[in-house]
């Protein structure tokens, strides 16, 4: 099952992502899902919404009814059974590998320049020109 078609996002009320990777800058009103006001000053009729879950993002129940309450929940994936540490879709911003977080990273002894991305050497030793 594909867990995206389970998630709602509380910013701009559609299912299949959540607000953390919702493309919307601006919160939205959950009766119209327009910008700029929130819901109890929209004009429109109010809408019956079905409830959704604070902890899975499923519709259906709530966070105190939610069956994955007392589980683990990655802050990563969004899945639940494992914590982010242990995710095997983390992407490690040190070496850009996927798997592991940048703690956990064996090429921490590296030293990687942010000018030029290059290992060896930091961005004020580099010897390309930065870019603005």
Known sequence: MDMSTNLFCYRC???GHIA??????EDACY???RSGHISRDCKEP???R??????CGKAGHVARDCDH???????SCGGFGHIQKLCDKVKCY????IGHVAVQCSKATEVNCYNCGKTGHL???CTIEASA
């Open 46 to 48: 109010k809408k019956e």
């Open 69 to 75: 309450a007392n589980e683990q929940k990655c802050y």
């Open 50 to 55: 079905e409830q959704c879950c604070y902890n």
């Open 94 to 97: 040190r070496c850009g590998e």
């Open 13 to 15: 009320g559609e299912q």
């Open 20 to 25: 953390r990777d919702c493309e919307q800058t």
């Open 123 to 125: 961005a004020r030793e």
């Open 31 to 33: 009766n119209c899902h």
